[in-house]
């Protein structure tokens, strides 16, 4: 058992612990209180699970800001009568 682990503050933020445990190799970081109390664990696999979902998360509100600009993008199309008050698609390419 090694004496001095590496440890985290309980405020730590997530890119801070993942950049720890990728640059040390580690698989497993104690969670302490500032007084120094252990109030936890955090290891390599909750983090993958916690970024993904995070990531999933961001990816989901991105496609759905797509959707909604494109929705909006077709209906004003639609209340204007084409593309851009063009009567002819082609003309946008002149």
Same mark, same amino acid.
Request: glycine content about 8%; cysteine-free.
């Given at each position: 058992?090694?004496? &001095?682990?590496? /440890? !985290? ?5 997530l890119p801070q612990v993942f950049n720890l445990f990728r /640059? ?6 104690? !969670?302490?209180? *500032? &007084?120094?109390?252990?109030?936890? !664990? !955090?290891?390599?696999? *909750?983090? /993958? ?7 999933r998360h961001q990816k989901k509100i991105r496609e759905r800001? /797509?959707?909604?600009a494109n929705r909006r993008l077709r209906r004003n199309r ?5 593309? &851009?008050?063009? &009567?002819?698609?082609? *003309?946008?390419?002149?």
């Open positions: 058992m090694n004496p &001095s682990p590496y /440890t !985290i503050s309980y405020q730590a933020r /640059t040390m190799g580690l698989r497993h970081l104690p !969670i302490m209180q *500032d &007084s120094g109390i252990v109030v936890g !664990i !955090i290891t390599r696999h *909750d983090l /993958t699970h916690e970024r993904l979902h995070e990531l800001a /797509t959707q909604r639609r209340k204007r009568g084409g593309y &851009s008050g063009f &009567s002819n698609p082609q *003309d946008l390419m002149a």
